[in-house]
């Protein structure tokens, strides 16, 4: 139909979650995240809120490559202290059960 809008990846959210897999890579690899908070010059509050991308269920993750997340799922709801089980993530962020 005319006037449907495609899905399209937000920008902001996909760079989040490439930064965040960076970060943990590096993490992984045995770099201190003061160490990398100083590089990104912020505090290692911050980081450890925007670090938590890289740990999201692998169907969240999906969704905002493909543009397809809930329209409320911002850069600013991925900052909250979310659960680690993938079900409770999908759950507080708006994905309905399937």
């Known amino acids: 139909m005319a006037g449907d809008r ?3 990846p937000d920008d902001a959210l996909v760079a ?3 930064r965040a897999h960076g970060w943990a890579e590096e993490l992984r690899a045995g770099t201190p995240l ?3 908070a100083q590089r990104e010059n912020v505090s290692d509050a911050f980081l450890r809120t925007r670090i938590q991308p890289a740990f999201l269920s692998p169907r969240i993750q999906a969704a905002i ?11 600013k709801a991925l900052a909250k202290n979310l659960p680690l089980d993938w079900s409770d993530q999908e759950q507080v962020l708006g994905f309905s059960a399937s």
């Open 6 to 8: 495609q899905p399209a």
């Open 16 to 18: 989040l979650l490439a």
């Open 34 to 36: 003061s160490i990398l």
């Open 65 to 75: 490559l493909a543009g397809t997340q809930p329209p409320e799922l911002t850069v």
